[in-house]
């Protein structure tokens, strides 16, 4: 939430939060809080700035 937050109250154009997931859990845990995978395979996922302002409306 800090880091979405942060994203909220930042003057820069952003897109998107990216992350790494660790492991395939640490996948699961962040496509079941609406995160996005960059490509088919890999581990870095993301969730648009439109997602997450929504969190705070």
């Given at each position: 939430?800090?880091?979405?937050?942060?994203?909220?109250?930042?003057?820069?154009?952003?897109?998107?939060?990216?992350?790494?997931?660790?492991?395939?859990?640490?996948?699961?845990?962040?496509?079941?809080?609406?995160?996005?995978?960059?490509?088919?395979?890999?581990?870095?996922?993301?969730?648009p700035f439109?997602?997450?302002?929504?969190?705070?409306?």
């Amino acid at each position: 939430m800090d880091a979405f937050s942060r994203v909220l109250s930042s003057q820069k154009n952003i897109y998107a939060l990216i992350v790494e997931a660790n492991d395939e859990a640490a996948v699961s845990f962040y496509k079941a809080h609406c995160f996005l995978r960059l490509a088919v395979s890999g581990r870095r996922l993301f969730l648009p700035f439109a997602e997450i302002a929504k969190l705070f409306t």
